[in-house]
């Protein structure tokens, strides 16, 4: 996996639109582009040992969803 570029985001902005900081990471995911986050063994506890505030419950549960849509658009 390859960080292609790193920015900050003041504002309101496309990302978001109750969060006025943030910091959006564009990545090239390579050999694992192919793969859901639940097929990466230990995704879940690398992401959230690296970043410790996505245990909130709203972050969670938007990973979870995502991880499921991604799921369901690969059958």
């Known amino acids: 996996m390859k ?8 504002g309101p ?4 639109i109750r ?7 564009r990545l090239d995911l390579e ?3 192919d793969k859901t986050t639940s097929e990466i063994p230990g995704f879940y506890e690398g992401l959230t040992a ?7 419950i709203t972050v ?3 990973i979870r969803e995502a ?9």
């Open 19 to 25: 969060r006025h900081k943030l910091v959006l990471m």
């Open 31 to 33: 050999e694992l582009a």
């Open 60 to 62: 969670l549960q938007a």
């Open 3 to 10: 960080i292609l570029k790193i920015q900050t985001l003041r």
């Open 67 to 75: 991880s499921c849509n991604v799921s369901k658009q690969a059958r």
């Open 13 to 16: 902005n496309y990302w978001s």
């Open 50 to 56: 690296a970043l410790p505030s996505l245990t909130s």
